[in-house]
């Protein structure tokens, strides 16, 4: 077969991987419209707030790491049409270079594009997006050239622009965290979480603006101010992280689509076109919180979605086991997990749901080293009492459990199932009857 892929970051690269590593005889051709192929933009703040040593650790494949594997790969080359009756898709190099290719089988790995927020002024210099290695290097050079870069706004305050928040201040520089909810991370956490993430924010520094719209920005060619529909501030340059949206355009008139915009696929990855699959993050996913369709741009679903849908077109049938949605951030020493659904967004789909909350020391009290406070709150069904979401924060390291809840919520366990779970202990690790016990004891 010929095999066309359009897009080659995270999705794509695992597909690719997979068909190769797996199959023989296949003709693989990728297109991609960058001029690198795997940037882990999850580590685009660290670079940029000093907290490791370059870019270089932030790719993990290259056009010359497939290309040796057997496939073909047009880098910097857009794909401009796809006539999907046809099967060809048509692209255009950086040079003008013209492109006519046929397939057999159709991988759309497009991703996503930063929200365009309707602002006076974002034209202006030092008006800057951070998705891909280009925006994240152009936001270095001109902290490096520019000293009088002082004040930064960064406008949008979910898991990226937290991130960056705390990337600036470690820069030194005055910085605004801009949002239009009344708090940070709402997406993924409860209020109570949400709560102790604002506080290590302003602990540290960090200027709170949320429940603020952005109406402009103003400057003399350059960042001057922002104006919100609630004062002005003075910034030199403004940080747009709004959100992103699915780049669904080039099927959008004949592929089906998510209410987002997204490529509605199967468990399989494949669209509703025969022979035509989508994966990452123009696609949408399979949520087992909600045992339905929904959208999780992860780079970890991104990744997955790749392998199945490598497997299926090469003739290997494999369905998707769903996702969670399990995610987590550490600012300033805070680390955060969460996976499913927070109660208020449970409450907003209409699900009848109740939740447990417990806090106390990771380890017995006579543990003095390295000690800390842990939240956990589990969110679960009122009617079949199957756990749906869980949250958990800590200065100390926490995060490998939240995979428990997160296959648990897969798996359809109940919160009565916590109550005796067998959890090992040891006073260098956690107590007897830990958080994850006590918390699920604690359900009604």
Not at 24 to 41: K, P, R, T
Not at 241 to 265: E, M
């Amino acid at each position: 077969m010929k095999i066309v892929v359009v897009g080659a970051n995270h999705a794509g690269t695992a597909c690719i991987n997979t068909m190769l590593d797996n199959y023989q005889g296949n003709e693989v051709v990728v297109f991609d419209q960058n001029s690198n192929i795997s940037f882990l933009g999850c580590g685009m703040a660290l670079w940029i707030g000093h907290q490791i040593a370059g870019s270089e650790g932030l790719f993990y494949s290259s056009k010359e790491k497939l290309e040796a594997k057997g496939a073909k790969i047009h880098m910097e080359t857009g794909v401009t049409n796809i006539d999907f009756d046809n099967k060809i898709v048509y692209a255009t190099g950086k040079n003008g270079e013209k492109y006519e290719e046929k397939y057999d089988k159709l991988i759309l790995s497009t991703g996503s594009l930063p929200m365009n927020l309707p602002i006076v002024g974002k034209e202006l210099e030092n008006v800057q997006y951070v998705k891909l290695f280009q925006n994240a290097q152009e936001v270095i050079d001109k902290l490096d050239s520019n000293k009088n870069i002082q004040k930064v706004a960064v406008v949008g305050a979910g898991y990226i622009g937290v991130e960056l928040a705390e990337a600036f201040k470690r820069w030194g520089k005055e910085v605004y965290l801009i949002d239009a909810a009344k708090g940070c991370l709402s997406v993924y956490y409860d209020k109570i979480f949400r709560d102790q993430m604002d506080a290590q924010l302003k602990n540290h520094g960090i200027n709170l603006e949320y429940d603020q719209l952005v109406k402009e920005i103003q400057g003399n060619g350059k960042v001057e101010k922002i104006i919100t529909n609630k004062g002005e501030l003075p910034v030199d340059m403004v940080i747009l992280c709004a959100g992103f949206r699915p780049n669904t355009d080039l099927g959008k008139d004949k592929i089906t689509l998510f209410k987002n915009g997204a490529y509605v696929v199967d468990k399989t990855q494949k669209t509703n076109l025969d022979d035509v699959y989508a994966i990452g993050d123009c696609a949408t996913v399979f949520d087992n919180s909600i045992n339905d369709v929904n959208y999780i741009a992860l780079a970890t679903n991104a990744v997955r979605s790749g392998i199945i849908a490598a497997h299926n077109v090469c003739g290997t049938k494999i369905e998707s086991v769903g996702v969670q949605g399990s995610n987590g951030i550490s600012i300033f020493g805070l680390n955060m997990v969460s996976t499913g659904l927070t109660l208020e967004k449970a409450e907003k789909l209409g699900i009848e749901a109740l939740e447990t909350t417990f806090h106390d020391l990771q380890k017995p009290e006579f543990m003095e080293h390295n000690n800390e406070e842990v939240y956990i709150r589990i969110v679960y069904r009122k009617d079949n009492r199957k756990i749906i979401g869980a949250q958990m924060s800590s200065k100390y390291d926490i995060s490998m459990a939240m995979h428990v809840f997160s296959l648990a919520i897969q798996e359809g366990v109940t919160i009565d199932k916590f109550k005796l779970l067998d959890i090992l202990f040891l006073p260098h690790f956690n107590k007897p009857y830990n958080y994850i016990t006590m918390a699920a004891l604690g359900a009604k």
